[in-house]
């Protein structure tokens, strides 16, 4: 007899906010903690994370996880363009950064991109909600402003609200709780598609109630490889730290050594000064396809930009034929 695990190891679909975090109540912060997405969480922590402790756990999760590729990319096949929006998990509400990426979200959404991202807080979280309101700017504009008055950033201690030895500190699960409910109240009036990949990986991140279709992976390698390869139609690479940092260079290994038959997927840099000074990885790239010989190709396909319009006409522009990313996951090996 199986021990009871709080979820399905083979599924047919991907999770929708409702599944989620359905069960959160504005009047009892300890709904937070009945969610399916904590539960989950909290059996990967008891599990031993990623270095599951017991071969039944890694069995269940590494099942799981292969049903939620599956049912991603029964997703994609009917979505022909996919770009995706990177940065940091702690920009916090209504930052200009924050913003922008909303903004620009929601104009790639209106020109019939699925928009997609890590599914995290912060710029991930603004991609998802920009989404959500393509088609309101107005509407959108009081969402940020909401969120910005309500809860600007997540709880500083957030990693630390299940201990080392289990324990669930309740004083961090009320702060989750406060943090999470204005974008659960505002993400049941908005309906704009969108695709969001987490992981239980950083499990003390709640999954953004913002997308529609949400691909929650135990194994962040997983998750990280698949949301790059599958925005073949462009990035938006926000502010962000070490995690941002791992995605540019995972997309410029993917655009550097590209086949003939996969086109480069475009790359924005939005925030001059962030990454023209403070964290210089645009000069990098460059300097990478300009040693090759192939500086043109950076130029064509890499902007470096503070416009928001300008970053999403780019994209607009610069994307791939439709289903780019199709043809890019099939040469990988991940579609048949």
């Not at 979280?125 to 920009?130: F, I, K, R, V």
């Amino acid at each position: 007899m199986f021990p009871p695990i709080p979820f399905s190891p083979i599924r047919t679909s991907l999770y929708s906010a409702q599944e989620l975090m359905g069960t959160l109540d504005a009047d009892d912060y300890k709904s937070f903690e009945r969610t399916i997405d904590f539960r989950c969480f909290a059996y990967y922590a008891e599990h031993g994370r990623s270095a599951t402790s017991d071969p039944l756990s890694s069995i269940f999760e590494a099942l799981h996880d292969n049903s939620i590729t599956q049912a991603t990319l029964a997703l994609l096949k009917e979505r022909p363009r996919v770009a995706a929006i990177m940065g940091g998990h702690d920009e916090p509400r209504g930052s200009a950064v924050y913003s922008g990426v909303a903004r620009i979200s929601a104009t790639l959404c209106h020109e019939k991109f699925l928009m997609a991202s890590g599914g995290g807080p912060g710029a991930m979280e603004a991609a998802h909600l920009g989404a959500c309101f393509r088609d309101e700017p107005a509407a959108l504009e009081l969402a940020i402003n909401e969120l910005k008055n309500t809860a600007p950033s997540l709880p500083a201690d957030a990693g630390k609200v299940i201990g080392p030895n289990g324990e669930i500190d309740q004083r961090i699960v009320q702060a989750l709780h406060a943090w999470i409910m204005p974008a659960w109240r505002l993400s049941q009036t908005a309906h704009g598609e969108s695709l969001a990949l987490p992981t239980w990986y950083y499990g003390h991140e709640p999954s953004t109630p913002f997308a529609t279709h949400i691909a929650k992976y135990f194994q962040n390698s997983i998750r990280e490889d698949g949301l790059i390869a599958l925005a073949a139609h462009g990035i938006v690479f926000a502010s962000g730290k070490a995690g941002t940092l791992q995605e540019i260079f995972q997309d410029s290994v993917r655009n550097y050594y590209r086949s003939a038959s996969d086109p480069f997927s475009p790359m924005v840099f939005f925030g001059k000064a962030y990454w023209t000074e403070k964290l210089p990885a645009a000069a990098l790239l460059q300097a990478l396809f300009k040693n090759a010989g192939r500086e043109k190709e950076y130029i064509d396909n890499v902007l470096v930009t503070d416009d928001e319009n300008e970053a999403a006409a780019f994209l607009v522009r610069k994307a791939p034929p439709p289903n780019a990313h199709l043809a890019r996951l099939r040469a990988l090996g991940m579609m048949a």
